[in-house]
């Protein structure tokens, strides 16, 4: 089955910084990988998708990348504020249809 | 609003007894999912359902049962099978294999 590790120490930063967040696959490659946040007792909420077939994808600060090679994808938040401060998951197909596997998340701090 | 809800948020029970657990989505999604979250640990896949009247185990259903008799429902019962129910259960739904959209959420806690 799939595996999936993220960074497991907490990673803090300063504010206007960038964070870089990884997350590596043990097995197949995927056709795409997602990146969900997640708050506090919250549910985590959908960010972005990368296909295999796309080296980069962007979204405002946000920016994933995904190398099928290294079994690798890097998200990356630019101009980082407090307010980013949260867990970040990465999760990818795994199963049958319909299935995710997730990371168990890397825990983010932006300090003011 | 279109979205996903749970209840309760939160949930105690004591030793022996079954609970469930509520979610309903009114996104007109197919597919729904039910999901343990343990401190510091990833979304563990407890059971899945892609129609109506049909529902698959996942990863860790051992001790869980689940209905999908609505479009709209997937119930989740914690039964007293479960040796070690006290996690945080999130229900998701998508319509398609792509992005899944998650509930708030409900905190469940053994007493």
């Known amino acids: 089955s799939q595996k999936i590790e993220q960074n497991s120490e907490a990673l803090n930063i300063q504010e206007g910084k960038t964070a870089t967040l990884t997350c590596n696959y043990t097995?197949?490659?995927?056709?795409?990988l997602q990146w969900y946040r997640q708050d506090p007792g919250r549910g985590p909420v959908f960010l972005l998708l990368i296909r295999e077939n796309e080296k980069e994808k962007r979204k405002e600060r946000l920016k994933v990348t995904f190398d099928t090679t290294l079994k690798q994808s890097l998200f990356h938040i630019t101009a980082s504020q407090p307010a980013d401060s949260a867990t970040y998951l990465c999760a990818m197909p795994s199963g049958s249809a319909r299935q995710l596997t997730f990371g168990s998340g890397t825990q983010l701090t932006v300090l003011p | 609003d279109g979205g996903i809800t749970q209840s309760p948020k939160y949930l105690f029970r004591k030793e022996g007894q079954n609970v469930t657990l509520s979610c309903e989505q009114n996104?007109?999604?197919?597919?729904m999912y039910w999901y343990r979250q343990d401190p510091g640990q990833g979304l563990r896949l407890i059971y899945y359902s892609q129609i109506v009247n049909d529902f698959q185990k996942g990863d860790i259903a051992e001790g869980y049962s689940v209905s999908r008799e609505k479009k709209e429902s997937f119930p989740l019962t914690v039964t007293s099978a479960q040796k070690n129910p006290t996690a945080f259960y999130l229900c998701a739904s998508s319509l398609t294999s792509l992005e899944q959209f998650f509930g708030p959420g409900t905190r469940l806690t053994v007493l």
């Open positions: 996104l007109n999604h197919d597919a």
């Open positions: 097995n197949y490659s995927p056709a795409y």
